[in-house]
């Protein structure tokens, strides 16, 4: 993730912000795979809206992620 | 700081300076909007009609160029697209739970689905409130609430387990039994209605047990009436259980709580103004009213996905105060003394909604029945009672029993099991009306 990437309010993420949103950036692009078996695919929509939520209350975006 | 010693769930957002929690409402509305305009044919015919484009809310005042969301445009929605209505912006293959709530007319239910984001979303405001009021990983929480299909306490469930607390259902259990587990488990926290958070206390006076010399509950979480801000009801909660009562309020049309109130007890519950924004309108011009002024609730919400909501009048009563009344720190304004009350007809029942319209619906299917009442008290300052007051067609008096059964089953039926008394009243014993009948008598003491 780049270092100039900002947040809702304009703010540089942190390190650990940039964290967040990379991993939930991956867990949703795993969401969309269609070649995992039903164990992952289940598993990371779990995690993936879980980190929405972090990501989503820290205001470091604000989107819908798109799984059921 | 380990992050047990915050005493915010979300400290970077729950005491963010007004000018900048503004800057996010902003930024979360926009998006909100435009995607309600793109998703959901309801909200674009709406905003068609009122003129309005997503480009034109350019600051947060334009808020107030979008037009009032309203409970009966939603049902007759839902009546005409059965059956969620074309207000959903996704296929109701993509929801994993559904919820309903008693409607305005008849029996048609006003109907809620959830996508799996949406849900974890709900859970997470549930999470502000308890985080705010002092629940922590290694609280025992007790749930004295029965789960269906009503949404109530189902997210502050999840909340529970998300937080890392020992989370204990009871919805099998009789009274006896829970305050029995209460106290063997040691529980220290304990979700239920204000009613039957009371009823609890009174049950454990009878059975011998002094809650605060023999149990741990240090926090009592009410929800779903009223009473949970009205201080001499939560002074009886906390003499009877030993711990602090927190008020919080939520709606089905949210899906979860949008005040909670925090451990200062400040006497009114914070908004959670990250993830809503809350007007308080004159709710005949729909004109904001300032600061301290009671005022109709009109909710925009940010977290729901299926569902957008904006500008959805809730017919709520409330009146709010700035968050400096509260010394915590958070900047979420605050409603002074929770929900006050309903602009319309709408009563809250034991935290079941109660149209008399709806309860008319049911009474007229049953053709024996001449003139009813319905009379709505408080039962020693406390529990509120409903009672449907029936009057037969002459010589009609040996069907009662079975009448009596029956009209009680199908109002339950029409508002979540919710128990109503039906008594049988003399011939002309009830008012007659030609015009505009007043069949509703709240005789509950009004704040
Ligand atoms: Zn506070």
Known sequence: MANDAKDLLGNRLTADERELVDLYGRLKALCQRTDLPPVATANVKQAMVLLWNACNDLALLHEEPGCD | ?447
């Not at chain 2, 034109?56 to 009546?79: C, G, H, K, V």
């Not at chain 2, 937080?163 to 587990?181: F, H, I, P, Y």
């Not at chain 2, 319905?374 to 009662?400: C, F, H, M, S, Y």
Request: aromatic letters at 8%.
């Open chain 2, 1 to 447: 700081m380990p992050a047990t010693a915050s005493s915010f769930w979300n400290p970077k957002t729950e005491t963010l300076p007004k000018d900048q929690l503004r800057a996010l409402q902003l930024a979360k509305l926009q998006r909100l909007v435009d995607r309600a305009w793109h998703r959901s044919p309801f909200h674009r015919r709406l905003y068609e009609r009122a003129g309005v484009t997503p480009d034109r809310i350019r600051t947060l005042d334009d808020l107030r160029r979008l037009p009032f969301m309203t409970r009966e445009d939603w049902m007759a929605n839902q009546a005409e697209k059965p059956l969620f209505g074309d207000l959903i912006t996704r296929p109701e293959t993509d929801a994993i739970r559904y919820h309903l709530t008693s409607g305005t007319s008849g029996r048609q239910p006003l109907r809620v689905l959830d996508s799996r984001k949406d849900w974890s979303w709900i859970t997470d405001m549930w999470c502000y409130g308890f985080w705010g009021f002092g629940i922590r990983p290694t609280d025992k929480v007790f749930f004295a609430f029965s789960y269906g299909s009503f949404i109530g306490f189902w997210g502050a469930h999840y909340c529970c387990e998300k937080l890392g607390c020992l989370t204990l259902a009871s919805g099998n259990m009789t009274t006896e039994q829970r305050v029995k587990q209460i106290v063997e488990l040691g529980v220290t926290v304990v979700c239920a209605t204000p009613t039957y958070a009371l009823r609890m206390g009174q049950t454990a006076e009878k059975m011998g047990i002094d809650l605060r010399r023999d149990g741990k509950v240090r926090r009592v979480v009410v929800s779903g009436e009223p009473a949970g801000s009205i201080p001499a009801v939560k002074k009886m909660i906390e003499d009877m259980w030993g711990g602090k009562c927190g008020d919080t309020a939520g709606m089905t049309e949210i899906g979860t709580i949008m005040i909670f109130e925090c451990d200062h007890q400040p006497g009114g519950p914070h908004i959670i103004e990250d993830h809503f924004i809350e007007e308080v309108l004159d709710p005949d011009t729909g004109e904001p009213v300032p600061y301290g002024e009671r005022g109709e609730r009109v909710v925009t919400s940010f977290g729901r996905g299926f569902i957008p909501l904006l500008r959805y009048r809730t017919k709520d009563l409330v009146n709010k105060v700035p968050h400096t009344r509260c010394s915590c720190g958070r900047t979420g304004d605050i409603y002074e003394g929770g929900i006050l009350g309903r602009v319309d007809d709408m009563k809250l029942i034991r935290g079941t909604n109660v149209y008399p319209r709806a309860v008319e619906a049911v009474v007229r299917e049953h053709a024996q029945v001449e003139e009813f009442q319905i009379v709505i008290e408080r039962k020693d300052n406390v529990q509120d009672e409903i009672t449907v007051k029936v009057e037969l067609k002459p010589g009609l008096d040996a069907e009662w029993p079975r009448l009596q059964q029956q009209l009680g089953k199908d109002l339950a039926d029409a508002h979540e099991g919710l128990r109503f008394n039906v008594e049988l009243c003399k011939q002309g014993e009830l008012p007659r009306f030609e015009l505009k009948a007043k069949r509703l008598q709240d005789l509950r003491p009004q704040y």
